[in-house]
């Protein structure tokens, strides 16, 4: 008689890229951090800290302050001005996702109601440009000229970006280079500032102040191709938002591009109409399925990792470390999203 015995498997799955090392780095700081925050958003006009909270509460990765916090460990740097700046860098974003909602009409942020649906658009702007001057006043009180050159222009060149969008909407012929230069200000200028203030207020080289801001241009350009991308995946239920909003929104991003590019005369009729006159029932399916046939999306998550690689090696320039090795792992988290 035979018995069979289950063995134990010890196949395992492939380790899953995670941001949780370099949170568990800059812990401590980015307790330090949350509490300026919440500080700052103090105000006397109670709707306020009542609206900011609503959206800083939603959850999110703090990504942004976390680069800065892990910037500035990578350089060595243990005081408190990178905790302040990390907290100035989260102004910024969050002020420039309450007006991003206000332009898009978004309903939903992270699967939570936006503060322009709860609120209104004139309190969503006007608090926005609230958190924007809690920003500068922070930026003033660092005392750097640098800190405050590389701030104020990544927030002026965000503006650009958002503009620039806004014109690029309902234009089926906007051009790769366009739609890269869009990406690039409005998601990676914010990148790269609050990598290369870590190196700053470290008073490291110029060239390692260059590393860090090109390694946070090339993880922000990467980590909005995985956006653009999941607006056409299942995936984006798991993040909070509902599939096809760039899609009903005319927005032209690289999965469209490359479809159009790839496309017969009727496909390019196809989007020509949904992105420049008027959407009908069905229509997203159909263009999910162009996509899938031209393979747009997988090249889209290619290209991203490209940039991912980029920013990898950026970092050549600093000796291997945790922080290192843990600031290496946020780009494989921002890409490894979209899997």
Same mark, same amino acid.
């Given at each position: 008689?035979?018995?069979?015995?289950? *063995?134990?498997?010890?196949? @395992?799955?492939?380790?899953?890229?995670?941001?949780?090392?370099?949170?568990? +780095?800059? %812990?401590?700081?980015?307790?330090?951090?949350?509490?300026? +925050?919440? !500080?700052?958003?103090? =105000?006397?006009?109670?709707?306020?800290?009542?609206?900011?909270?609503?959206?800083?509460?939603?959850?999110?990765?703090?990504?942004?302050?976390?680069?800065?916090?892990? @910037?500035?460990?990578? $350089?060595?740097?243990?005081?408190?001005?990178?905790? #302040?700046?990390?907290? $100035?860098?989260?102004?910024?974003?969050?002020?420039?996702?309450?007006?991003?909602?206000?332009?898009?009409?978004?309903?939903? %942020?992270?699967?939570?109601?936006?503060?322009?649906?709860?609120?209104?658009?004139?309190? =969503?702007? *006007?608090?926005? !440009?609230?958190?924007?001057?809690?920003?500068?006043?922070?930026?003033?009180?660092?005392? =750097?000229?640098?800190?405050?050159?590389?701030?104020?222009?990544?927030?002026?060149?965000?503006?650009?970006?958002?503009?620039?969008?806004?014109?690029?909407?309902?234009?089926?012929?906007?051009?790769?280079?366009?739609?890269?230069?869009? &990406?690039?200000? #409005?998601?990676?200028?914010?990148?790269?500032?609050? $990598?290369?203030?870590?190196?700053?207020?470290?008073?490291?080289?110029?060239?390692?102040?260059?590393?860090? %801001?090109?390694?946070?241009?090339?993880?922000?350009?990467?980590?909005?191709?995985?956006? !653009?991308?999941?607006?056409? =995946?299942?995936?984006?239920?798991?993040?909070?938002?509902?599939?096809?909003?760039?899609?009903?929104?005319?927005?032209?991003?690289?999965? +469209?591009?490359?479809?159009?590019?790839?496309?017969?005369?009727?496909? %390019?009729?196809?989007?020509?109409?949904?992105?420049?006159?008027?959407?009908?029932?069905?229509?997203? !399916?159909?263009?999910?399925?162009?996509?899938?046939?031209?393979?747009?999306?997988?090249?889209?998550?290619?290209?991203?990792?490209?940039?991912?690689?980029?920013?990898? #090696? @950026?970092?050549?320039?600093?000796?291997?470390?945790?922080? #290192?090795?843990?600031? &290496?792992?946020? &780009?494989?988290?921002?890409?490894?999203?979209?899997?």
């Amino acid at each position: 008689m035979s018995v069979s015995v289950q *063995l134990e498997n010890k196949t @395992s799955e492939p380790v899953k890229a995670s941001l949780q090392p370099l949170m568990d +780095i800059v %812990r401590q700081d980015l307790d330090s951090t949350n509490q300026i +925050i919440l !500080d700052r958003m103090h =105000s006397e006009v109670e709707l306020i800290p009542t609206l900011a909270r609503h959206l800083i509460a939603a959850g999110g990765k703090r990504l942004r302050p976390v680069l800065t916090l892990g @910037s500035a460990k990578l $350089c060595g740097y243990d005081g408190d001005r990178a905790q #302040k700046l990390a907290a $100035c860098v989260e102004f910024i974003h969050t002020a420039t996702l309450l007006h991003d909602d206000v332009v898009d009409e978004s309903d939903l %942020r992270r699967g939570n109601e936006t503060a322009n649906v709860l609120w209104g658009n004139q309190a =969503s702007v *006007l608090v926005g !440009d609230f958190l924007f001057s809690r920003s500068f006043q922070l930026m003033v009180e660092d005392g =750097s000229l640098e800190v405050l050159r590389i701030l104020s222009t990544a927030s002026a060149v965000i503006a650009e970006g958002e503009v620039q969008q806004l014109m690029n909407v309902g234009d089926v012929n906007v051009t790769e280079e366009n739609y890269l230069q869009v &990406i690039a200000s #409005k998601t990676a200028a914010l990148f790269a500032a609050a $990598c290369e203030v870590g190196a700053v207020v470290a008073d490291r080289s110029p060239e390692e102040a260059a590393a860090l %801001r090109n390694y946070g241009n090339d993880l922000g350009i990467a980590f909005q191709l995985i956006d !653009d991308a999941l607006d056409y =995946s299942a995936e984006q239920a798991a993040l909070g938002k509902t599939i096809g909003d760039d899609f009903r929104e005319g927005k032209v991003t690289l999965p +469209i591009l490359l479809a159009y590019q790839r496309g017969d005369a009727d496909e %390019r009729a196809f989007w020509t109409r949904v992105i420049e006159a008027e959407q009908q029932d069905g229509d997203l !399916d159909h263009a999910m399925t162009l996509l899938a046939r031209h393979n747009a999306l997988g090249d889209t998550f290619a290209r991203a990792r490209d940039y991912g690689n980029s920013a990898k #090696k @950026s970092l050549d320039i600093f000796p291997d470390s945790p922080v #290192k090795a843990a600031l &290496i792992g946020a &780009i494989d988290f921002a890409i490894e999203r979209a899997y």
